[in-house]
């Protein structure tokens, strides 16, 4: 068969094939319109994490069944886009994050929400704490600990404040790009970009002799993508994503000196999560100034066979605090108890499908 005649036939299948899952996605569009007008009476949460979870476990498992090339990460790129373009049919809602636009921040809550969320972005992790309990944004995402610089203590004091709760986890790996107008990098003069990046892809600086160059600090990095986009000779250390909104052209890809470096942000709001099977749970806990307090805290998890993934210690107000993570959720019967027995020294900050190992 000529070459051409099959390869039009094959694209004659691909676009019945393309028309078929349009229609079919447009019947899941009109059932998920028919669930949001029954949550908006009922008042149920339009994010389910854990719904998500195992509907993308049953469709990898179909898939796997069935010999589908489509693995879960395929799976998982296709379907969160096509949960966050449902949610915005359900219910708009405001999703409140760290800015600017661009930011690694940005990046998380996009991977979560998708690209047509009505995003806020906010100044400050206090501010967007503030935006979720006054209700102008529905969903809050935040900073909660990065592999090299550890835990962000805002984001503690945030909720030692407030009533919000952690409803999902998201793991983004933090790669950092070198983008510019020129073509070649002796044509840099300048480089704009936030300090920790700048020190985070020093040993690449220093290899292209770049670090003989003036650096330049700005408030962000998705700043100085903006301003090396306008800038002649001039060039940023920025995210693809904010290379990619001000259309600065990419040289470099991977710049940092770790490429282990990883940032771990929590998504709040004002609802609690159900049982997914893999839950982690947050903390905060204050204990008496006594001794072995800690100790006999931790051996009730230990006795209870709960498996603690975090202790980290606060001074939050005056007072020695400990922000405890552990896999279990609160409603499980050994996490009752022991809620039970510490009610006064414990506030709950969320349970939440687990996405990762912890950094």
Do not use: W
């Amino acid at each position: 068969m000529d070459e051409a005649i099959q390869l039009g036939k094959l694209r004659d299948k691909l676009d019945e094939i393309d028309n078929q899952i349009l229609i079919l996605l447009n019947q899941r569009m009109e059932t998920v319109k028919k669930v949001g007008e029954v949550k908006a009476t009922s008042g149920g949460a339009i994010y389910r994490p854990e719904r998500e979870k195992s509907i993308i476990q049953r469709l990898e498992n179909i898939s796997n069944q069935t010999n589908g090339l489509l693995n879960k990460n395929a799976i998982e790129a296709l379907f969160l886009e096509i949960f966050a373009i449902s949610r915005n049919l359900e219910l708009p809602e405001n999703i409140a994050y760290l800015g600017p636009a661009g930011s690694f921040t940005h990046q998380a809550a996009e991977s979560r929400f998708g690209a047509m969320s009505s995003y806020l972005s906010i100044g400050s992790i206090r501010g967007i704490f503030r935006e979720v309990s006054s209700g102008k944004a529905k969903f809050g995402v935040v900073p909660i600990e990065n592999s090299s610089n550890g835990i962000v203590n805002d984001t503690i004091t945030c909720f030692s404040q407030t009533n919000l709760k952690i409803i999902a986890e998201v793991m983004v790996d933090i790669h950092h790009v070198l983008a510019t107008t020129v073509d070649s990098v002796k044509d840099i003069k300048k480089i704009y970009s936030k300090d920790i990046a700048l020190d985070q892809c020093h040993l690449f600086l220093e290899d292209l002799g770049l670090d003989e160059i003036e650096l330049i600090p700005v408030e962000s990095t998705a700043k100085a993508a903006k301003i090396a986009s306008k800038e002649p000779n001039s060039a940023a250390i920025c995210s693809s994503v904010g290379a990619k909104m001000y259309n600065l052209p990419i040289l470099f890809e991977n710049i940092e000196d770790k490429g282990n470096n990883r940032t771990r942000f929590l998504i709040i709001s004002d609802f609690e999560n159900g049982v997914s099977g893999d839950d982690k749970t947050s903390i905060l806990v204050q204990l008496s100034n006594e001794a072995g307090a800690l100790v006999r805290f931790l051996q009730d998890f230990d006795k209870a066979k709960i498996n603690l993934t975090k202790i980290k210690s606060h001074i939050i107000g005056g007072l020695s605090t400990f922000f405890i993570e552990f896999n279990a959720h609160k409603d499980d019967k050994a996490v009752s108890q022991i809620f039970n027995k510490y009610k006064n020294e414990i506030k709950f900050l969320g349970s939440y499908v687990r996405e990762a190992d912890d950094i």
